[in-house]
Each structure stands twice: as C-alpha cells, then as structure tokens.
T-cell receptor, first 119, second 112 residues
Framework: GAVVSQHPSRVICKSGTSVKIECRSL??????MFWYRQFPKKSLMLMAT?????????EQGVEKDKFLINHASLTLSTLTVTSAHPEDSSFYIC???????????????FGSGTQLSVL | QKEVEQDPGPLSVPEGAIVSLNCTYS??????FMWYRQYSRKGPELLMY????GNKEDGRFTAQVDKSSKYISLFIRDSQPSDSATYLC????????????FGKGTLLTVNP
C-alpha cells in the first residue's frame, strides 16, 4: 500500500524549545494530510487538516499559533510544536490520503508516529 | 455521549480463539467504517474498510456493520500471538471527507 514516512520517531526536548515533525508521502502525492495527537490509552484526536499550498484547518481547541503546520509540497507536511511544554508531550501521528496498491479508491494511510517528550 | 464508543479492554484470549471487537456510534451521518491495528508506539495500519451494512471478509478478519443499530464489529478467527495489538474502529461521513472519528481502541493480547 501507500507509504507515509514520519520523522523523527522519538524526540526529547527542553521546555520552551520548538520541535519540528516531518510527514512525507513516499510513493504518491498527497494534497491533503492530517495531524493527530494520541495520549496514552486514549484515542487519536484530529488536530488539523493540512492542505498543500494553503493554510491548515485546525480543529476546535487546537492553538494554531502553537502547532504550526506547513504543507509546502505535494509530498511533505510539517508540524512544528512551538515553545513546547510538558503538557504537549504526546504521540503525534500524521496521515495522508492515497491509493492502495492495485486499488482505485483512496484511503487514509498513517505515518509511524512521533513520541514527543518535553522535559 | 461520545460519537464513537469502544470498550478499551484489555482483552486477553488464548491462541486460536475467536475474537470479537465492537464499536457503537451515535452519528447517523457516518457512512464509512474502518478497523485499524496499532502496535505499541506505531502508526495505525488499515485492516478493513466497509461502507455498507453486512459482512466483509478478508482472510481471518471479518468486519460487520449494522447501520440500523449503529454498531460495528471486527471478528478475528484463529487468533495468533502476532495479532496482539490495539484495535481501533474509525468512521467518517464519506465522500471527499477523510476526517476520521476514532474509538478509544481495544487492547488485545493473544496468549500462546
């Protein structure tokens, strides 16, 4: 199926610093990518929809100035957590809309996730 | 009431058992239903994708949707230790809307 690569897989940073997470669609172009956050033993919560060439659409309660999303190309979206604090520690997952191998319908494929720990 | 309810478990079964995982939902606009498998600290992997009431089978996995009851199920036959993971149901309204609403996930352990 379609492959979505996410880096880094794990990052530890000091409180107040910024962290950038990359999400790449490796073998397909993704005009739309999604960013999720998952706390331990909780479900995935959609943070924002990233659209290539335009501003991201944020879900209610998500601070757009804190979670900066850039989707500058059809294969790359980045999420920057600015001035990170311990409460931002979480598992962040990106996803992209693509086609599975041998299929014509589009589905959502997920990256492997990034565990962010803010000290 | 949350849009999607899923018993978080944990669920522990012996190898070879039939596993039944379930979700209920309240939004009648949901038309597409998915089951994802997520290993610890990894991204979800799509297992099953259905858009109509009834059963869909893929190998040892069967997805069942009952739109009238707003209830979906995933059955795993002949469960294997490698099936041990968290299983998440997800759904959306379909069309060009790919925004998914997830259940909490059920942690499954298959014991050898």
């Amino acid at each position: 199926g379609a492959v979505v690569s996410q880096h880094p897989s794990r990052v530890i940073c000091k409180s107040g610093t910024s962290v950038k997470i990359e999400c790449r669609s490796l073998d397909f172009q993704a005009t739309t990518m999604f960013w999720y956050r998952q706390f331990p033993k909780k479900s995935l919560m959609l943070m924002a929809t990233s659209n290539e060439g335009s501003k991201a659409t944020y879900e209610q309660g998500v601070e757009k100035d804190k979670f900066l999303i850039n989707h500058a190309s059809l294969t790359l979206s980045t999420l920057t957590v600015t001035s990170a604090h311990p409460e931002d520690s979480s598992f962040y997952i990106c996803s992209a809309v693509g086609q599975g191998v041998g299929q014509t319908n589009e589905k959502l494929f997920f990256g492997s996730g990034t565990q962010l720990s803010v000290l | 009431q949350k849009e999607v309810e899923q018993d978080p478990g944990p669920l522990s079964v012996p190898e070879g058992a039939i596993v039944s995982l379930n979700c209920t939902y309240s939004n009648s606009a949901f038309q597409y239903f998915m089951w994802y498998r997520q290993y610890s600290r990894k991204g979800p992997e799509l297992l099953m994708y259905t858009y109509s009431s009834g059963n869909k089978e893929d190998g040892r996995f069967t997805a069942q949707v009952d739109k009238s009851s707003k209830y979906i199920s995933l059955f795993i036959r002949d469960s294997q230790p490698s099936d041990s993971a968290t299983y998440l149901c997800a759904m959306n309204v379909g069309g060009s809307n790919y925004k998914l609403t997830f259940g909490k996930g059920t942690l499954l352990t298959v014991n050898p």
